[in-house]
């Protein structure tokens, strides 16, 4: 279940935080707050009316996952039908800072779990007697979703703050593609690896007493060269929970969970088998490759999502329809375009990251099997799914079922299939994600498809100015306005033919002029036509002559051979008292020590 809030924590995240507020709602802000307290009410009875018709603690379980779903839908309609964004929007901070705002979407979010959790304890305290008070209840669940939501906690405080007090010469890298993806990649890596703790004590995990079962597992992880910084008691669902797991990649801060019911409920050699399967994650490092696999989203987010918009635009009837929304309903835009990127983070979490998780569970079994026999994992698999109330049978996107578990094991220890081959064939399969992400990354990071906010409104002008074009070819205004939008693309031939055309159409227009000579200047080799630059660049400044305007003709004086020239263009352009002072002595520098050779 902690695994489906994982998906359910972003998916809200990415929802209310696509939702750009822009100054007003199509609905008032009292009765969007009535539509949005109606909302809740329904769903808090629909959720209770479900629940009381439920026979048995495993189908209470089944529905609260799928329900949890259901409240994020009204949370959707909340944000995008009644307005409930734009009436937050106007509080302090709320639009300054990520993680306030984001904040904001999960707390909203967390109120409909508050109604789904009161209806789905009341429904256990029904079927499975005595139980804890509901309070307690709610607040341990609270305490379980908590660490899920605290790595994007953390990631969005440092980038806010990172965004506002880092040094202003760091500014345009940051503000780059590369500095971007590293900067979350970054923050990503140290996150992951220094969360362990907090995560420990926002469970209120606490380390296993002295007694049999940690002298025997001290003894066991020692003897199997295991390296786990504590043995802790593992309070999941207040304890009835029998389950076990392993976190933290790093030995000094990595934990060892136990329940307080998989203690209780399984036998000494059955507990062995446990702590073998959670010996075989931290022996085939899956922790770490947890960790790779979300930088991996990160990279397949920037690039593909960029394929993918891209291509949408590429239609007439897509971009009509974005374009359409943008100009009717602007604060739905930044979803709506955002879509691609949001069906990519579904596909690739529950389809390619789940059938690693799957693999990466039945090569622990394989590895629990070796080390302790097959016999006690098998006992111990089996127990825990009378204890959990699981149907033996019933698979989930992260796990095979326990019955196709079981029966692997079986089939290893007979001898009909091969844990070895098992693991050479999740290693080729590890081995073509990580090509193909690199591959993706040689063919199309140098070709610019990559994407983030600015791209996508760039390339969504792009496509509206590419249709005023159809409309009215003869217009300079558009095709030089077109011209700077693939420019900045980095679409810089297109870029080039662009400013061409706006010259055959207005051939006195200065910053054609002047965008067209920089181009030929600094462009590719494909493009560079110094003496061409030269010529365009002296029409510009007999136009306008500025300091950007003399900066280009100064670099066309110096790439034509003609150095006192440039300086005498360069010391121009800064009597003009530009703003980046820094850059313009740099250029005269440079034109000096040609000079000086």
Request: proline share 6%; net charge positive; hydrophobic share 50%.
């Amino acid at each position: 279940m902690l695994f489906s809030y994982i998906l359910q924590f972003l998916v809200v995240l990415f929802l209310y935080l696509g939702y750009v507020p822009d100054g007003g709602t199509a609905v008032p802000a009292w009765p969007g707050l009535a539509g949005v307290v109606l909302g809740a009410a329904v769903y808090g009875l629909l959720v209770r009316l479900l629940f009381a018709r439920l026979r048995s603690q495993a189908a209470v379980q089944r529905t609260e996952t799928r329900l949890s779903w259901l409240g994020i839908l009204f949370l959707a309609a909340d944000v995008y039908l009644f307005g409930l964004k734009d009436i937050i929007a106007p509080l302090p901070g709320v639009q300054s800072f990520l993680a306030f705002e984001g904040l904001i979407g999960l707390a909203l979010f967390y109120g409909y779990l508050f109604l789904l959790w009161s209806a789905s304890g009341r429904a256990l305290r029904r079927l499975s007697p005595p139980s804890l008070e509901l309070k307690r209840q709610l607040a341990g669940q609270f305490r379980s979703t908590l660490p899920l939501i605290l790595p994007w906690l953390i990631l969005a405080l440092a980038i806010d703050l990172i965004g506002k007090l880092a040094p202003k010469s760091l500014q345009p890298y940051l503000a780059s593609p590369l500095g971007e993806v590293g900067l979350v990649a970054g923050l990503i890596v140290v996150i992951t690896l220094l969360l362990p703790p907090i995560v420990r004590y926002s469970w209120g995990c606490r380390p296993l007493p002295p007694g049999p079962v940690r002298e025997r597992t001290v003894q066991f992880m020692r003897q199997n060269g295991v390296k786990v910084s504590e043995i802790l008691l593992w309070p999941f669902m207040q304890g009835r929970a029998a389950t076990a797991g392993v976190m933290g990649a790093l030995p000094r801060l990595r934990y060892l969970l136990l329940t307080p019911a998989l203690i209780k409920s399984l036998s000494a050699d059955e507990i062995e088998a446990v702590l073998a399967h959670e010996a075989g994650h931290i022996k085939h490092r899956h922790l770490v490759l947890y960790l790779l696999f979300f930088l991996g989203y990160l990279v397949l987010a920037y690039v593909l999502g960029g394929l993918v918009i891209s291509w949408l635009l590429s239609w007439p009837e897509t971009a009509d329809l974005l374009l359409g929304v943008l100009a009717n309903g602007g604060a739905w835009s930044p979803a709506l375009i955002s879509l691609p990127i949001l069906a990519l983070f579904i596909v690739y979490f529950r389809f390619i990251f789940a059938y690693f998780m799957r693999h990466f569970e039945r090569q622990a079994d394989a590895y629990a099997a070796r080390l302790v026999g097959p016999e006690p994992i098998i006992a111990a698999l089996q127990k825990i799914a009378l204890l959990s109330g699981i149907n033996p049978r019933t698979p989930s996107w992260h796990h095979f079922s326990i019955a196709q578990r079981v029966e692997f094991i079986r089939r290893t220890a007979a001898g009909s299939v091969s844990a070895a081959r098992h693991d050479r064939s999740l290693r080729r399969a590890l081995i073509g994600y990580l090509a193909g992400l690199v591959l993706l990354l040689l063919v199309a990071w140098p070709a610019g498809l990559y994407t983030g906010p600015e791209r996508i409104n760039l390339q969504l002008a792009l496509a509206s100015v590419n249709q005023a074009v159809l409309a009215k070819p003869d217009q300079p205004e558009l095709q030089l306005y077109r011209a700077a939008l693939l420019h900045r693309l980095g679409r810089l031939t297109e870029a080039a033919e662009a400013y061409e055309k706006t010259l055959e159409l207005d051939g006195l227009n200065p910053t054609a002029l002047n965008d067209l000579a920089w181009l030929y200047l600094t462009g590719p080799d494909r493009l560079r036509r110094p003496e061409a630059a030269l010529v365009i660049a002296l029409k510009a400044a007999a136009l306008k002559p500025e300091a950007e305007v003399l900066d280009t003709l100064a670099e066309a004086y110096f790439q034509n051979g003609q150095a006192q020239k440039a300086i005498e263009a360069a010391q121009t352009a800064l009597a003009k008292g530009p703003k980046n002072r820094a850059y313009y002595e740099k250029q005269l520098e440079k034109f000096k020590r040609a000079e000086r050779r």
